[in-house]
């Protein structure tokens, strides 16, 4: 009984002697001079303040991880020197990178900013918590804070929900969401240098506009055009090449594609500026894209006539180049997704979606290769062997289409070669006219210098 009782008052003595001495070093009483923004949207709190007796700047920042979150001195992104925070790694602490801002792209990362992180930094219930003094922060490159201001401009954003952890202070980021501006009272954070302390209201801040919703338009404009064209356009211009006997609308549909894609690469040479990643094209994504220009213009200059006419070679050509040029592009369309660090899920749909189309156009190409295209069908006599009788119906109902093709238009010439080369692999590269039933031009060109003779001789005998 006596030992509980003494140990007791021993604990209750040293709880105590350990509370005077906390008071006397009143950690929890020195309150340092700080000026806060608070944005109770997102729970995000910005506290500065400025020693008066060194160059000091201590920061507070807190917020949940929105991947990133910033805060710039300066009234836009351009010149402006910017704290953006992200979890590190392994997810246990903050990463904090300064960085520079630039016009309309990524802010630069700075090694001329010496950031001091403190103790108190760490991840805590999902909020990030950045404790850090800076000692240079005053004066950056084409910048500087004027610690005297009642109205420092400032500006902020978060980056979009996705999982960024990197340890790397020049981590890529993907473009903010959402941002805003505010003012802060430099004079109101004057004062002993210290790390301010958490709050929950802005004290010293003015001019906190609305927060503004951000959002890539032309990113999500070239993704989507790029999509449709390489997931509808293409494999239905491959359906009409291989089985509409109308040849004008696959080559309308050719040049469909070709502005499709165009509009596309336009979109993205216009947004590759504003990632410090894509901004001097050396991207896998952008290096492929531009190999893939190399295809396609030679899938729309070869079929031009005098190019056709060079070598039986050419002709041939249009089907492999068709495929290496959608190739090219579908795993640079899976690249571009990777460097717009879209979600898994996104990526393995994609995948997904590209295998798919290469399948099925395997399918189409075998099965087109068996019957044989069907301008090709419409336009010449195919060997027997390789027809059969519902095609050789077919045939005849298609022979109008035939006769009409007498007077190929240079295109047609060449895809008739094309396919005699894909279809008619045995040998048979014979041109016949006019096959089917009825007779196509050249036939009744051959004829006709026949007729006369016919009458003549017959008037004769
Ligand atoms: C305790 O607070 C006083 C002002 O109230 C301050 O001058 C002193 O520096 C503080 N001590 C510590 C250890 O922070
Ligand atoms: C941006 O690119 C430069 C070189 O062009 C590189 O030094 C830097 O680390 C990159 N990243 C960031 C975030 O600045
Ligand atoms: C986070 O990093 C800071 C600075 O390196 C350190 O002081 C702090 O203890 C770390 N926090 C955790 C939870 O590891
Ligand atoms: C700095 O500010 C504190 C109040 O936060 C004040 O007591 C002190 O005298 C100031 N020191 C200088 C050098 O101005
Ligand atoms: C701010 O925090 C205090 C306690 O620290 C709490 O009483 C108050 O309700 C909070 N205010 C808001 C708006 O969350």
Known sequence: MFTFTSAFVTVALSISSFLKFAQAQNYTTFVPAASTFYASETATQFSINIA??????????????????GVGFGQQMEDSLMLIIY???????????????RKGGEPIFTDKIDLEVLDGTRIEDGLMILHARCSDCRVWPNGFLDATSPHQPMIYAF?????????SDSADLKRHVRYGHFTIDMRA??????????????????DLGVMTKDKDRRTLAHAILGCVVLFVVWPLNVLIAGFLKNIRIHA?????????????????ISTSNQFNRSKVFNTPHQILAIISIAPLSLLSALPARPLVRLHRIIPRLHVPLSNLALTLLLVSGGLGLQLS???????????????TLVIFLAIIGSVVRRRGPAYARATQRLPLTSVSSSELGL?????????EAGSATSLKGFLDESRRGG????????????????PGPQYLLNMHPGVPVHIGSGRRI
Do not use: C, H
């Open 52 to 69: 008066n007796d060194s160059s000091d700047v201590y920061f507070y920042f807190a917020s949940p991880a929105y991947s990133w979150v």
């Open 87 to 101: 979890p590190d790694a392994d997810g246990n602490n903050v990463t904090i990178s300064p960085r520079i801002g």
């Open 159 to 167: 980056g979009g929900p996705y999982a960024l952890q990197s340890s």
């Open 189 to 206: 954070a004057t004062g002993t240098g210290g790390v301010p302390l958490k709050s929950n209201a802005s004290t010293g801040v003015q």
């Open 252 to 268: 309308g549909f050719s040049v469909a594609v070709i502005l499709i894609l165009s509009i596309t690469y336009g979109l993205g």
């Open 341 to 355: 660090q879209q979600s898994r899920l996104i990526i393995l749909t994609y995948t997904a979606l590209s295998l």
């Open 395 to 403: 045939l005849g109902k298609e022979s109008r289409a035939g006769s």
């Open 423 to 438: 279809s008619m692999a045995d040998g048979q590269q014979r041109k016949i006219f006019g096959g089917g039933t009825m």
